[in-house]
């Protein structure tokens, strides 16, 4: 009878183990998004602004971008609903479309001394707005995308009020207008995917 009892036992942990390790390979997925977008963060903090919105903006986007396509890939590799997949595809197509403009901007366009606000006013940004995990890699990165994509939009209607280059006026009201129509969806697919 005890020896039924410890291979019940056995088997049922055998069980349990097995079922676990989609959630924890989940739960995983979602730590490196979010440890993604808190290196995006520190690097953004760490870089040395140059006082010209510009220059600035673009090296401070271009940054913000790379941590958007970091956090998509893992969507794109662990996540499950295909609306989701597919949307973090979108993002990282146009995040790294953009990283290759402004890289090409930073390098033609030598910094003007100017006493631009625009890093502090981005290091304020990047400590704001909210969002929720709940283990369900696909949950979480709508979640953490929106939060993410809000923060773009915060830090280029910023630059705007100080922009001098028609070349990153232009980039600053793209990333406006479609990261403003991709967070809707991304909210949207938060709903959906809550559970």
Do not use: C, Y
Request: net charge positive; charged share 20%; proline share 2%.
């Amino acid at each position: 009878m005890k020896m039924k009892i410890k291979l019940f036992s056995v088997a049922a942990l055998s069980v349990m183990l097995l079922l676990s390790q989609p959630m924890l390979a989940q739960q995983s997925a979602s730590n490196a998004m979010m440890k993604a977008m808190q290196s995006g963060m520190t690097q953004m903090m760490n870089m040395k602004m140059t006082g010209d919105p510009d220059h600035d903006f673009a090296m401070m986007m271009k940054m913000h971008h790379q941590s958007a396509v970091e956090m998509a890939d893992m969507e794109i590799k662990q996540g499950k609903n295909a609306q989701v997949i597919a949307l973090a595809r979108k993002i990282k197509a146009a995040n790294q479309k953009e990283i290759a403009e402004l890289a090409q901007f930073m390098r033609t366009h030598k910094p003007r001394a100017a006493s631009s606000k625009l890093g502090q006013q981005a290091m304020k940004i990047m400590h704001s707005g909210t969002h929720s995990m709940n283990g369900n890699v696909d949950h979480d990165f709508a979640s953490m995308m929106a939060q993410h994509h809000q923060q773009g939009i915060d830090m280029a209607t910023a630059f705007l009020k100080e922009a001098k280059s028609d070349t990153m006026k232009m980039m600053a009201q793209s990333i406006i207008k479609m990261q403003t129509k991709e967070r809707e969806e991304l909210k949207t697919l938060e709903a959906r995917v809550a559970s």
